[in-house]
């Protein structure tokens, strides 16, 4: 393992270490010695092995001097860490979250840097969150950014296609949303979709029957009403 970060220079544990050792071979050659390294077993009674392990021993036994060295690695995980407290503070302070996420969630700002425990494939946790964010895949969005002239759902149906409709009304999936609604066991609502478990779970189901908002989904839809793709 000594051996493979010595080739790594990257900054990461042990750098220091390895930016000594790499500058002490470099006076070395400089002035005419060559210097190898070698993987050598252990504990096969090989004598300088031997003598360099109790060495190795002795060293860990010593006091540790207190080092004013501080390296890239510490400074920047120190800088993520302040970073991510003042994003957090800024979310929790700031009121105007947007106003889809602000009518779905309904003062429910759950915040977490850690990534969602639920196993679902990545084009179905990435619509679960474009369709709580309001920005993605369907008709309405894709009417704002200039893709789409009228932001109109598919065939007959013809509202306008937002994340509560899709979710709530659109008649274009009245089955999987009342498979939906016997897996909530209640009365369906965007923020009991979006903010408990049972809600999600519920909401990944019918993604999972649907696929709307993928990109796949707008584009086969597009394309069976002579639309173009996105």
Same mark, same amino acid.
């Given at each position: ?22 500058? @002490?071979?470099?006076? *070395?050659? +400089?002035?005419?010695? %060559? ?6 077993? =252990?504990?096969? !009674? $090989? ?13 860990? @036994?010593?006091?540790? *001097?207190? +080092?004013?060295?501080? %390296? ?6 120190? =800088?993520?860490? !302040? $970073? ?23 003062? %429910? ?122």
């Amino acid at each position: 393992m000594a051996i493979k970060r010595l080739q790594l220079n990257s900054l990461t544990g042990g750098q220091e270490l390895v930016f000594k050792i790499t500058q @002490s071979c470099s006076y *070395l050659a +400089s002035n005419g010695i %060559s210097i190898n390294f070698y993987w050598v077993p =252990s504990h096969l !009674e $090989i004598y300088r092995n031997e003598i360099a392990d109790k060495l190795a021993k002795k060293g860990l @036994s010593r006091k540790k *001097l207190q +080092s004013s060295y501080t %390296s890239l690695a510490y400074i920047g995980r120190a =800088s993520r860490e !302040e $970073i991510l407290e003042q994003w957090k503070n800024n979310w929790q302070q700031n009121k105007n979250k947007g106003k889809h996420y602000t009518r779905i969630c309904k003062g %429910s700002y759950s915040f977490s840097l850690k990534a969602p425990k639920d196993k679902y494939p990545k084009r179905l946790q990435s619509a679960f969150f474009q369709l709580k964010l309001g920005k993605g895949y369907f008709k309405s969005f894709t009417k704002v950014i200039g893709e789409d002239k009228e932001g109109r759902c598919f065939t007959k149906c013809r509202a306008l296609q937002t994340p509560k409709h899709l979710l709530l009304d659109c008649n274009l999936y009245r089955e999987e949303r009342r498979e939906m609604q016997k897996k909530l066991d209640s009365s369906l609502s965007l923020k009991k979709l979006f903010c408990i478990q049972k809600g999600r779970e519920a909401l990944f189901l019918f993604l999972s029957r649907t696929e709307i908002a993928t990109r796949k989904w707008l584009i086969t839809a597009r394309s069976i009403e002579g639309g173009n793709s996105y």
